[in-house]
């Protein structure tokens, strides 16, 4: 219990005094109009409240990620609760708070665009193609799982009947202006599931007599398949920690916004709350079985299945009842159709950024959309069992590039003089865990089974090949930075 106590303790630290450094270093102008006023088009440029933004903004990015990815995590052992929660203080929470700062000042631009104007018109180009790819592939596997959830539930409903009513609602969530659907619905989906969580921790807490995994019982690695911690832990938990999808997410949000000021709270804060609910569940995951050891032997009984939502199903019904019963439905079934709909959003957006179309008329989104639409239904039809293996590494990858984009941006920054010697190498905040997702990205392809699956003898090349692109990559910054400073600009 005192690890996990420990743990939201310094989550809520976590928010309070270092994302207020990092609104510093980015230097937030309250007066400055945002792209939510400048560009308001009753569609996606839409003023929003900003408790409003928050539980969209936490919808977005949370749905099952935090859940799911948190209890695969806890199988690694306590370990999982230090990088959930020092990946979300100095590595999630910094990435969402830039993708969304700097895509609002940048007039609400989607990802792709983001990352292009830092980084170069080639990788642009790749950005473009990797979001596309991964939206296509969220929103296919978001409709497809829940549709197959909803036959088992409604037999008398066939799983292409549900497949039509979830394709229908992710047509009109596309669609439509994003206050008469997403903004109506979202907060209260968004809602149960904080209070689905919030429910979880008290019972855990104060009602059940389980024990809890603690980091006294040591950091050793306890998943029983023969994989390291480093790099598998690191990308098993993604959306408690980092996530690149929240990338593609926070654009959204950035042209609702009205004041600068909402920013710390909307994407840092957003984030805090996401590792607050990870580190629920994977407590939850690694306590209910009588500890590590049992949920193992759980996940042996049902070898094949998804054990992440056997643990959600078993955790709301033991512990809430009816309620949780109810409330675990919601959570395995609304959570993924809610980033789903979003994703293909998103998609569309970036589709729209890179035609620069005007999304004011219907005609013009439906021109963008319909293709999506058919690549999405279309797809639906493909087993993606293996392809998807690959999202996990992909959704990091794209979390480390968009790090080193804010890097770029904070750099550009300082050099302008828009950051005072005080707060001289600012661009360390994005830079560092840049570096560390560097590491994990590259090590990870070369040793997880998705990957060349290197053999235990000869895993040190994995991560020797790992360190190398990261020095190369450093190397690189430190290059461009020098030459940036010497040829464009005077340093301040």
């Known amino acids: 219990m005192y690890s996990f106590l420990i743990s939201i303790v310094a989550l809520v630290l976590g928010y309070l005094l270092y994302s207020k450094l990092v609104e510093r270093i980015f230097v937030i102008d309250p007066k400055a109009s945002t792209p939510a006023t400048t560009k308001e088009d009753g569609v996606d440029y839409v003023p929003l409240s900003g408790w409003r933004i928050f539980l969209i903004q936490f919808l977005n990015i949370a749905g099952l990620g935090p859940i799911f990815g948190a209890i695969m995590g806890i199988f690694f052992g306590p370990s999982a609760y230090l990088w959930i929660v020092f990946g979300t203080i100095f590595a999630g929470g910094v990435h969402d708070y830039l993708s969304g700062m700097i895509s609002l000042r940048k007039g609400g631009v989607s990802l792709p665009e983001m990352v292009g104007d830092e980084l170069g018109n080639g990788v642009k180009q790749f950005m473009r193609l990797l979001s596309l790819l991964l939206l296509i592939l969220l929103t296919t596997t978001f409709m497809t799982g829940p549709a197959n959830l909803l036959h088992g539930l409604v037999p008398s409903l066939s799983t292409m009947v549900w497949l039509l009513i979830i394709f229908g609602y992710y047509m009109l969530a596309t669609m439509l202006p994003i206050d008469k659907l997403i903004g109506r619905f979202y907060p209260v989906f968004g809602g149960v599931l904080l209070f689905m969580g919030v429910g979880i ?292």
């Open 201 to 492: 921790m008290v019972v855990m807490l104060g009602w059940h007599n389980h024990v809890m995994p603690e980091l006294t019982d040591g950091l050793k690695n306890m998943k029983t398949d023969g994989y390291p911690l480093f790099p598998m832990m690191f990308v098993s938990i993604a959306c408690g920690a980092i996530s690149g999808f929240h990338g593609t997410q926070s654009p959204l949000m950035a042209r609702c916004i009205t004041n600068e000021r909402q920013g710390r709270h909307i994407f840092y804060g957003a984030m805090v709350v996401e590792g607050i609910l990870a580190l629920i569940w994977a407590a939850a995951a690694g306590s209910i079985f009588g500890g590590i050891d049992g949920l193992q032997a759980f996940a042996a009984e049902h070898q094949g299945e998804n054990i992440a939502a056997l643990v959600v199903d078993h955790v709301s019904r033991s512990w809430l009842g009816t309620v949780g019963g109810i409330l675990a439905i919601i959570g395995v079934i609304a959570a993924p159709i809610t980033s789903g709909d979003t994703a293909l959003r998103s998609a569309r957006l970036i589709v729209a950024d890179f035609l620069h179309l005007d999304q004011r008329k219907i005609i013009k989104r439906l021109y963008i959309s319909l293709p999506l639409f058919a690549a999405v239904f279309g797809f639906s039809f493909i087993n993606f069992d293996i392809v998807w293996r690959y999202f996990s590494w992909t959704n990091q990858t794209l979390a480390m590039i968009t790090l080193w984009t804010g890097a770029v941006f904070l750099y550009r920054q300082e050099v302008k003089g828009q950051v005072g010697a005080k707060y001289a190498y600012g661009y360390l905040i994005a830079m560092i865990p840049a570096i560390f997702m560097t590491m994990v990205s590259v090590s990870y392809i070369l040793i997880a089974p998705e990957g060349v699956n290197l053999p235990a003898e000869y895993r040190w090349i994995g991560y020797t090949v790992a360190a190398a692109v990261s020095i190369a990559f450093t190397t690189m910054f430190y290059v461009w930075s020098r030459r940036y400073t010497r040829t464009t600009m005077q340093p301040y």
